[in-house]
């Protein structure tokens, strides 16, 4: 397909287990971004990529949480020891240059759901 | 910084306008309007670039104050399909990622 791909669209893992959770980009978009969001909330920002490295992790809450991205394409964000609080949808954008000009395509996410 | 928008939800009747607003505490070099209907991603609207430019897409249009580092989404005549959860997002600088507002929901009622 022509958008952003997000697997599973749903996950339901108990407390404590490892989670990861895949992004296909659009296919030669330089720049991806992950999001959380909760419901009633906007899109908090996690991780953003500018080809294959982190351009800016200052949004991952604590080091349960890291994301890769080894190819500059697909990427990889795995959560351990998963908590009841990383309960949320997990939104996927990518962008042809990022930066300040360019436009987001979002995925349609990941429901994780911690029981 | 997370940009504050206002207000957080609007109730319209189809064809009446509305206005939302996004403020920043810090200087900012672009702002993004994103839409987002309930159960789907969110969607791009538009970008304003830093010189105050307003654009425009339809009958959504907006405005950036850079001085003033607030922008403002206009919504003229409002049809049923504009009702969904408003984000702005900013960034700081040239390069960096995009940081959303908690967004405002407009409910358009016939």
Known sequence: GAGVSQTPSNKVTEKGKYVELRCDPISGHTALYWYRQSLGQGPEFLIYF??????????????RFFAVRPEGSVSTLKIQRTERGDSAVYLCASSLF??????LFFGEGSRLTVL | QQ?????????????EDAVINCSSS???????WYRQKHGEAPVFLMILLKGGEQKG?????????????????????S?????????????????????FGKGTKLSVKP
């Not at chain 2, 504009?82 to 940081?99: A, D, E, K, R």
């Open chain 1, 50 to 63: 500018q080809g294959t490295g982190a351009a800016d992790d200052s949004g991952l809450p604590n080091d």
């Open chain 1, 98 to 103: 990022g930066g300040a000009t360019g436009e």
């Open chain 2, 3 to 15: 940009p504050v928008q206002s207000p957080q939800a609007v109730i319209l009747r189809e064809g």
């Open chain 2, 26 to 32: 810090k200087a900012l070099y672009s702002v993004h």
């Open chain 2, 57 to 77: 897409h339809e009958k959504i249009s907006a405005s950036f104050n850079e001085k003033k580092q607030q922008s403002s989404l206009y919504l003229t005549a």
């Open chain 2, 79 to 99: 049809q049923l399909s504009y009702s969904g959860t408003y984000f702005c997002g900013t960034i700081g600088g040239s390069q960096g990622n995009l940081i």
